[in-house]
C-alpha cells in the first residue's frame, strides 16, 4: 500500500467519495426513519387487545397472521436477495420499472420496519401493565393509552436499538449496489475499475464508512444523555419548609 496513491485517488476523486456518502447517508437515514414507523405501527396493532369472541378477534388474528409473516419473512432472508427480488421481480412480474433510489429507500425501509417491529414490541412488553390498567381505568383507548402513556416511555427506551440500526443500515446499503444504486460502495468500485488500485480505493472507503458509523454514535449518545436530564436533581423552591429543632425552642 503506498500513502502517495492514497493522497492521490483521494484527491482525483473525493467528490465521486463525497457523492456516494451522501447517497448512502441519505437512503439509510430515510429507510430507519420509515422503518421506525412501521415499526410503531406494527407493535401497536400487534398489541391491541383481541377480546374473547366476536369479528373483532377475527379481524385482529387474520392482520397478526399477516404482521407476523411479514415480520419473519423479512428477518429471515438477506437484504441482498431481498433487492434482488423486488427491483428485478416487480419488473419481470409485474412490469412495474421501479427508480433505483427509490427501490433503495423502500427496501431499506420494510427491512428496517421488520426488525423495528420486534424492537417496539419488546419495549411495550417492557411497560410495567400497571400503567395499562391505570389508562384503562380513567377511561382511555388502546390506541390513546399507547400515544399518551406508552409510546414516550417506549421511543425511550429503544433510542439506543434504533440508532444502532441506523448504523447497520449504512453499512447494509452496501449491497444495494447489485441493483445499480450508486451508493458509497458502488461509487468505490467505479472508482477502483477506473485506476486498477482497488485497496486503496476501497482503504479510504474504510475510513469513510468509520467516520460516519462513529460520528452517528457519538450524537446519538449525545442525545441519549440528554434525553437522561442531569445526575443530580437539586429540589430548589421547595414549598415544605422544614423548621429546624433549635429555632423551634428559639420561639419557644
Known sequence: ????????????NWKG??????????????????GSIIGMLIGVIRTIPKGEKGPKKILL??????LNAYVEFFRGTPMIVQAMVIYYGSDLAFGID???????IFIVSINTGAYMAEIVRGGIISIDKGQFEAAQAIGMSHIQT?????????IRNIL??????????????????VIGVTELYFTTKSIAGNNF?????????????????????????????????????NMTGNQMQVQK????LKKA
Open 146 to 154: 399507547m400515544i399518551n402513556v406508552v409510546l414516550p416511555q417506549v
Open 160 to 177: 439506543p436499538a434504533t440508532g444502532n440500526e441506523f448504523v447497520i443500515n449504512i453499512k447494509d446499503t452496501s449491497v444495494l449496489n
Open 17 to 34: 467519495f463525497l457523492n456516494g456518502a451522501g447517497m448512502t447517508l441519505y437512503i439509510s437515514l430515510i429507510g430507519t426513519v420509515i
Open 245 to 248: 429543632p433549635e429555632d423551634a
Open 61 to 66: 388474528t387474520v392482520v397478526n397472521a399477516i
Open 1 to 12: 500500500m503506498s500513502s502517495e496513491w492514497i493522497m492521490q485517488i483521494a484527491s482525483q
Open 197 to 233: 488500485r482497488y485497496f486503496e480505493s476501497f482503504f479510504i472507503t474504510c475510513i469513510v464508512y468509520f467516520i460516519m458509523t462513529f460520528t452517528i454514535t457519538r450524537i446519538l449518545r449525545f442525545v441519549e444523555k440528554k434525553l437522561d436530564g442531569p445526575e443530580n436533581y
Open 98 to 104: 421501479m427508480d433505483r433510489t427509490f427501490a433503495a
